[in-house]
């Protein structure tokens, strides 16, 4: 089995105009991803898959960081606690689970990542501006560890179908998933996306390699779309639950305040 899609991508970090353009050319992430497919079941209309994702990420910090970045105590520990080296060492995981029979079908996915960088001790060597006080000041939160060093979680649950009312067309979906209108092309949530489900920012800022739909966090909810005439479409959904955007941790690389939850 052979890696593919394999990115390389300088990434602009949070500061003032010169910090970033020092760090236009200090920052590279490597991605690869192999994907594995399997029918486990299928006969007639009934179709059972289960498909794999496995996707690598390391990011390196070329130069030391800028006197700049570091001149707010409160905004200070996410560059504090890296020195040039690998800020993320990261392999995740993505299992989907689909069953369809005829017009109708259940999926269930989930995922989850290990990140070694968030397993040891930070380069932080000014104890005077760390803010947590639940940690020494070369030690990453516990919540920060499970954020971005270990942690799985489910992303969809729902069941789905087609059939026709009366002589109109219809579909729905009803369960946890994401659910998009539009995107836009570099960052998904500026679009009408943002206000239809929560964004993870970490996977967006982070994992150049992911998938545009794991850049946005599931939701319970119910959908369901018509087609009166053929060039006319109408579509309704209802979310039965709020979720907030998933931010870096304080005190993770890109993260930008270190106060934020």
């Known amino acids: 089995m ?13 500061g003032s105009r010169r910090a970033a353009f020092l760090f236009a050319s200090s920052l590279v992430c490597l991605s690869m991803r192999a994907a594995m497919a399997a029918e486990l079941y299928h006969d007639g209309d009934l ?11 390391a990011a390196v910090r070329l130069l030391p960081r800028d006197g700049e970045l570091v001149s707010n105590p409160n905004w200070d520990d996410g560059d504090r606690n890296f020195s040039p080296g690998l800020i993320s060492n990261r392999l995740d995981l993505l299992s989907e689970f689909d069953v369809t029979d005829g017009n109708f079908g259940l999926r269930l996915s989930a995922s989850g990542w290990y990140d070694d960088v968030y397993h040891h001790h930070t380069d932080n060597d000014s104890p005077a501006t760390f803010n947590p006080v639940s940690v020494p000041h070369d030690e990453f939160t516990k919540d920060v560890r499970m954020l971005h060093g270990t942690d799985a979680q489910l992303d969809d649950a729902f069941v789905h179908g087609s059939f026709d009312l009366g002589t109109i067309p ?46 946005f ?5 119910g959908s369901i779309s018509l087609q009166p005439w ?3 479409s109408l579509s309704g959904y209802y979310q039965f639950q709020w979720r907030k955007n998933r931010l870096p941790g304080s005190g993770s690389y890109f993260s930008y305040a270190d106060y934020q939850d």
Do not use: C, M
């Open 47 to 57: 179709d059972v898959r289960w498909d794999n994702t496995l996707r690598y990420t």
């Open 2 to 14: 052979k890696p593919k899609n394999v990115s390389i991508q300088a990434t602009p970090v949070r």
């Open 230 to 232: 053929e060039d006319v």
């Open 170 to 215: 219809a579909s729905f979906r009803l369960g946890r998933y994401v659910l998009l209108w539009g995107e836009s092309l570099f960052f998904g949530n500026n679009a009408i996306a943002a206000g239809q489900a929560p964004t993870d920012v970490i996977r967006e800022l982070g994992q150049p390699g992911a998938y545009a739909k794991e850049n």
């Open 217 to 221: 966090l599931p939701v319970w909810q």
